[in-house]
């Protein structure tokens, strides 16, 4: 049974739109990641939490907010969607213990 | 700053042959390293991760040793697979309370019949 889950899986905005990527995880796992991939820039960190009310800023968190209501819950928000920000987006949460961290499945965003 | 370089951006193989990935790491601590593989259209999961107690970690085949000395983690396998086939991914995390990976930028690696 899949312990990140991401909804949805596939979006298509409009630019200047706002966008909003959920992230769940059954792991238990304090700590939560946004990533985006792109071919040629491997895999971007944009906002982690380290729990429920808790986000920081990555590497890369300008355009993006993040939202972490729960310990279960962590969401990506675009509120003023780009064409440059067209990307797969993985959620990840992390056992802090291991230093290991676990991915979902990807949402592929589009923006026109 | 930390840093983990993989300098071959694709690796073109025939199937049966040995495989090597290459990473290197700048690291002021005594980091742990890590590999990810993601296959097309998944996610990235975990392959394998160095220990400290000087196992050499093992996993599909896959190796990979920790050397200290000359800062590597290389990724070995002794006889490639078609299903070998995707992306594969080296980090660091630094053993802190910043829980972070530093991610490699990636070696795209393709078996061929």
């Known amino acids: 049974e899949a312990a990140v889950t991401q909804s949805p899986r596939n979006k298509v905005a409009v630019t200047g739109g706002k966008v909003t990527l959920s992230c769940n995880q059954t792991?238990?796992?304090?700590?939560m990641y946004w990533y985006r991939q792109d071919t040629g820039h491997g895999l971007r960190l944009i906002h982690y939490?380290?729990?429920?009310?808790?986000?920081e800023k990555g590497d890369i968190p300008d355009g993006y907010k993040a939202s972490r209501p729960s310990q279960e819950n962590f969401s990506l928000i675009l509120e003023l969607a780009t064409p440059s920000q067209t990307s797969v987006y993985f959620c990840?949460?992390?056992?802090?213990?291991?230093?290991?961290?676990?991915f979902g499945p990807g949402t592929r965003l589009t923006v026109l | 700053g930390d840093s983990v370089t993989q300098t071959e951006g694709l690796v073109t193989l025939t199937e049966g042959l040995p495989v090597m990935l290459n990473c290197t790491y700048q690291?002021?601590?005594?980091?742990?390293l890590f590999w990810y593989v993601q296959h097309l259209n998944e996610a990235p999961k975990l392959l394998l991760k160095?220990?400290?107690d000087n196992k050499r970690p093992e996993h599909q085949g896959f190796h990979a040793t920790l050397h200290k000395s000359s800062s590597s983690f290389h990724l070995q396998k002794s006889s490639a697979q078609l299903s070998d086939s995707a992306l594969y991914y080296c980090?660091?995390?630094?053993?802190?309370?910043?829980?972070?990976?530093?991610w490699g930028s990636g070696t795209k690696l393709i078996i061929k019949p």
């Open positions: 690291s002021t601590y005594s980091p742990f």
């Open positions: 160095s220990f400290t």
């Open positions: 990840a949460s992390g056992a802090p213990v291991l230093y290991e961290q676990y």
């Open positions: 792991n238990n796992h304090n700590n």
């Open positions: 939490s380290y729990g429920a009310g808790s986000t």
């Open positions: 980090a660091l995390s630094e053993g802190d309370s910043n829980y972070q990976l530093i």
